[in-house]
């Protein structure tokens, strides 16, 4: 469960109406069904990351909303979860351990803990990993261990700050494959936030083209290609060069 | 490390003395091309050099020393400066009498009693890292008292507390207090902010944050804090019974003084040093046990 509405959401940061504010969302508005896929798409500055960050509750919105299911997100919780670029995994934990934080958090007694942590273990492809700890294992890797214990809380939303950036384009690519997936065998209501068009093509049903300052929704679109999406399929590459020309209007207006 | 790069030390066929070998050593190399072979011949014996000569020469040489050299300019002095062995035996009748022993356990005892009173810091650190207004109340009062050494709390504490184990663990305890405090303090502040929003993210409370995440993450300061606290603590531990004890091994040093056994003395400054030592070494290998996955530990 986890429709995702956000309604005229706006961000200001500082005293509104005072110098020095800075208005970084503006009246940000869309919706996505149950467990879809959705991409914000944006260079730095389109208060993106503010959006990802009201939705996962760390910060208020000025105005608006972001509802999951008709319910208000108020603070950081397992129902919104979400994923960050530096993967942020307890180093002092196992991976094991990690996987299953957010479980004991939420209560769960320790025999289903040890169930729905292997299962997620097996999910992303870490078995005989459980002992490691972050530190041993490569980048790709700890993202892994960072998605398993994101879907291990069951969220109704599942939030993604620009999840691959630290990792070299070859590695992307698989770990973008890799988490639709993973996605497709655990289906989410997914929000992610990135500025690489290819990978918002890759992996959306949907993708909200933000412009800069403020931020606003320039256009929501919805992906009408089957999966796995290739790059050569001429949908692919229409849809590229239409998500290219919105972007590079936002590029040119600085 | 520059040996290979140079000629064969057969080509040199000057005697070598210590300045020439420091004029040549790899740093200055080029300064006289010369000498560049006789510097890394003398390199090349140093690295050949088996571990613990340069202290078994030392040994060696206090031992000549005590009984030859200096009786020989003067018999009476002889007893400021016992030699190797006199020390030796001196210790092992201590060890088999079990006097060694008897001070060292109480001194370590103090130690530890200090120790566990001083681990209130690592509460106290948190909550001042955690909390910036408890860090601004409570800093000011930290920060004058801080900079005062131990020692120099030794006359009000003997007017507190009087002589005896009370006085000198409370001497300790100041030693071990503040390093625990500030290493705690900064260990909070470093922690990885988005660990702790990660946390809240999977939905750990305020509570769990503060046990799971921030003392968790500050562990590895932590026990650098109490490797400096125990070691400044030793050493206040020695001047506080020095001063203030019928026993211990600072009592046990300053107590042959006045009977002019210098050789007790010695074997007493090598317990402290020793034990010292094992101490940190100790902690050090518990540390790393127990935290494996930290790399500031495992340096």
């Known amino acids: 469960m986890g429709q995702l509405t956000i ?20 009246n940000v508005s869309f919706r996505v069904p ?14 993106k990351t503010s959006l990802l960050n009201i939705a996962a509750g760390f910060e208020t919105a000025t105005a608006g909303s972001v509802t999951v299911d008709g319910k208000p997100i108020l603070k950081p919780g397992w129902r919104n979860t979400m994923i960050f670029q530096d ?3 307890f180093p002092w934990m196992s991976i094991f351990q990690n996987i299953a934080f957010g479980l004991e958090m939420k209560g769960v007694d320790k025999k289903e803990r040890v169930a729905t942590t292997g299962h997620f273990i097996k999910i992303v492809g870490l078995e005989g990993f459980e002992n490691k700890y972050p530190h041993q294992l490569s980048g790709g890797m700890r993202q892994r261990v960072a998605i398993a214990r994101a879907l291990a809380v069951q969220p109704d939303l599942l939030l993604m700050d620009e999840p691959f950036a630290a990792l070299d384009a070859q590695n992307r690519k698989f770990m973008q494959d890799e988490l639709v997936r993973i996605w497709q065998q655990e289906p989410k209501t997914v929000l992610l936030v990135t500025h690489s068009i290819d ?9 909200v083209v933000m412009t800069k300052r403020p931020g606003r929704v320039k256009d929501f679109i919805e992906v009408d290609l089957s999966r796995p999406r290739d790059e050569d399929d001429s949908g692919y590459l229409a849809l590229k060069r239409k998500l290219r020309d919105l972007i590079h209007d936002e590029a040119d207006d600085r | 490390m520059s040996g290979g790069k140079v000629a064969s030390p057969m080509a040199s066929t000057k005697p070598t003395s210590g300045d020439d070998a420091l004029a040549s050593s790899p740093e200055k190399r080029g300064f006289s091309r010369a000498m560049v072979p006789l ?17 078994i020469l030392f040994v060696l040489a206090w031992q000549f020393a005590s009984k030859v050299w200096i009786p020989s300019i003067d018999p009476h ?5 016992p030699a190797p062995t006199t020390i030796a035996v001196t210790a092992a009748g201590m060890i088999v009498s079990g006097e060694l022993f008897y001070h060292l356990l109480d001194s370590l005892r103090r130690e530890a009693v200090a120790f566990a009173f001083s681990m209130t810091a690592v509460p106290l650190g948190i909550a001042m890292g955690w909390w910036r207004p408890v860090y601004n109340q ?15 709390w030794i006359p009000l504490s003997i007017l507190w507390f009087g002589l005896g184990d009370e006085q000198n663990e409370f001497i300790i305890f100041l030693g071990i207090f503040f390093p625990i405090l500030v290493n705690t303090i900064v260990g909070v502040k470093n922690i990885d902010p988005s660990l702790i929003r990660a946390a809240r993210s999977l939905g750990a409370s305020q509570f769990k944050i503060l046990t799971r995440v921030v ?4 562990l590895p300061q932590i026990i650098t804090g109490i490797r400096i606290g125990l070691g400044v603590g030793w050493m206040a531990l020695v001047a506080a019974e020095l001063v203030g004890a019928n026993s211990g091994l600072g009592f046990l040093i300053n107590d042959a003084r006045s009977m002019l056994r210098t050789d007790i003395i010695i074997v007493g400054m090598l317990t402290i040093g020793v034990v010292g030592l094992l101490i940190d070494v100790a902690i050090r290998v518990v540390g790393r046990r127990l935290l494996p996955w930290s790399l500031v530990l495992s340096r």
């Open chain 1, 87 to 89: 993967y942020a995994l």
């Open chain 1, 199 to 207: 990978e918002a093509i890759r992996l959306s049903d949907y993708i």
């Open chain 2, 138 to 152: 409570v800093s000011p009062i930290m920060e004058i008292l801080r900079p005062i050494p131990p020692l120099a």
């Open chain 2, 215 to 218: 003392l968790q993450g500050a």
């Open chain 2, 39 to 55: 510097g890394a011949w003398v390199m090349r014996m140093v690295t050949a050099l088996p571990n613990l000569a340069l202290l």
């Open chain 2, 77 to 81: 002095m002889a007893v400021l400066m």
């Open chain 1, 7 to 26: 309604e005229g959401l706006s961000k200001v940061y500082g005293e509104v109406g005072a110098e020095g504010s800075l208005l970084a969302l503006s």
């Open chain 1, 34 to 47: 149950d467990n879809r896929f959705c991409s914000i798409l944006g260079h730095s500055g389109c208060g």
